[in-house]
């Protein structure tokens, strides 16, 4: 057995990974190393990383710049208690963080993940009505969301296949439509509502889907006059995923509060942020202990995962990042543009370094597409790792990606076009559109 093959069944006896049925998918390819680019299994196969590992790498796998930064600091101080002590990484993060957010931001709050970083905006976000003794308890979010797991998290995000097991358990929440026409269907009276969240711009895991800013704009000016706090969920689209820093700075109205993670860190570390304004913090201070923000987990503001997250924004915030973001995406544009009329590929899309289109199959433009198997296969095959939802592919790479690598990834998407005509693609004999 080769040394994959072994790793693969050692896997399978004691792993249980996550979104995966592992009655039908029970063997993972197991990684060893990472570059650039490109993640290898044992036997040396390489695999262009083209989905940045769920959206988190931003300049490459084991960048020797991060990876100094974390042996140095885990070899100063690893872990020490968040509440009582402070350190001088958490201190830096906060405040570099802040210079490069809208400038309303004035706190940073530390948890663990974008799902954590959730829970904390929306228990700030209502906490901040109670305390201001006004019954704001309704809370809005968008159609398609998708905010994260964990129980606050999976209730903002809309009601699919991966929350159908705990719906009787979710809180309500009222979804706006997604605009249609340029025009978004929002409730008339916006008084009760405390709170709004939304993934600005593109919104991932709801299959890439993409709104326009001045649409986003519009949302935030009606929020704001209704005095209704808007939470940016900027764990995707965060550190210049959709060309600029964050998708926020494509509009001039600024959210009450910003969610980060994914690639805070680079892709290294986890590690999440809760931003927000000096009304919100303030309104907690008080000598009433009861109107504490009661929320912190054992390893919040890890220092290791600073330190990895101060180096990645020294590498982020070089001219060469911005340069490579700008080079993604003018390529990507290149790209759509061939692509576009391709009688297999619809709705192709484009924010900054993010490529998104469909691929035309006779079921619905969803997750439970019976096409995305295949589709996963025949990029895996050809040593790349694409992890289509359903039916619509998507292409985030890190930005150290190379030019070449994107001709790799074009040329199999190219390849793709050709394959859907045959007969081994007629999943259910009616591929073709
Ligand atoms: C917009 C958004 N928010 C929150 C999350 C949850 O982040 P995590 O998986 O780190 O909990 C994700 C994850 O994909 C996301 O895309």
């Not at 004035?106 to 305390?131: C, H, N, P, R």
């Not at 000598?287 to 220092?303: E, Q």
């Not at 290149?334 to 590929?345: L, N, R, T």
């Not at 990606?401 to 693609?425: C, M, P």
Request: aromatic share 10%; net charge negative; glycine share 8%.
């Amino acid at each position: 057995m080769s040394e994959a093959e072994t790793l693969s069944r050692e896997d399978q006896q004691y792993i249980w990974h996550p979104y995966t049925q592992m009655k039908l998918h029970p063997l993972a390819i197991p990684l060893v190393r990472g570059s650039g680019t490109l993640l290898y299994d044992p036997s040396g196969k390489a695999y262009i990383d083209a989905i940045s590992s769920w959206w988190v790498n931003l300049h490459g796998h084991s960048h020797p710049h991060i990876a100094r930064e974390i042996f140095k600091q885990a070899s100063t101080l690893e872990h020490g208690i968040f509440a009582g002590f402070t350190h001088p990484q958490a201190i830096r993060l906060a405040s570099r963080l802040l210079a490069i957010l809208p400038p309303n931001q004035e706190k940073i709050f530390y948890t663990d993940d974008g799902s954590t970083a959730v829970e904390v905006a929306l228990k700030m976000a209502l906490q901040f009505w109670q305390l201001r003794g006004q019954p704001r308890r309704k809370v809005l979010a968008l159609e398609h969301a998708y905010h994260g797991d964990t129980f606050g998290a999976m209730s903002l995000s809309a009601r699919s296949l991966f929350t159908a097991a705990f719906s009787d358990y979710l809180f309500g929440v009222d979804f706006i439509p997604l605009p249609r026409n340029g025009i978004w269907e929002i409730p008339a009276d916006l008084s009760p509502y405390g709170a709004l969240i939304l993934e600005p711009l593109v919104q991932g895991s709801g299959g890439m889907l993409m709104y326009e800013a001045d649409l986003l704009e519009q949302l935030l000016i009606r929020c704001r006059e209704a005095s209704v706090l808007v939470i940016a969920d900027e764990v995707m689209t965060g550190f210049g995923r959709t060309g600029r820093l964050f998708a926020m700075d494509h509009v001039a109205e600024k959210p009450d509060l910003i969610c980060l993670s994914k690639g805070l860190t680079g892709g290294t570390m986890a590690l999440g942020v809760t931003s927000c304004t000096a009304s919100i913090y303030d309104a907690f201070l008080s000598s009433d202990r009861s109107r504490t923000l009661f929320h912190g987990h054992s390893y919040t503001a890890n220092p290791i995962a600073c330190a990895a997250a101060n180096a990645s924004l020294d590498l982020l915030l070089t001219g060469d990042c911005g340069r490579a973001i700008d080079r993604i995406g003018s390529r990507h544009g290149e790209f759509a543009e061939k692509i576009q009329g391709h009688p297999h590929f619809s709705n192709i899309r484009r924010k900054g370094t993010i490529l998104a289109f469909d691929v035309v199959t006779p079921w619905p433009d969803d997750y439970s597409n019976p096409l995305r198997d295949q589709l996963y296969e025949f990029f895996i095959r050809r040593g790349i790792l694409i992890r289509p939802l359903g039916n619509t592919l998507y292409l985030m790479p890190p930005y150290c990606i190379t030019d070449g690598e994107l001709n790799r990834v074009y040329q199999a998407i190219g390849e793709l076009g050709e394959d859907l005509g045959k007969d081994s693609w007629a999943l259910a004999g009616s591929i073709r559109p």
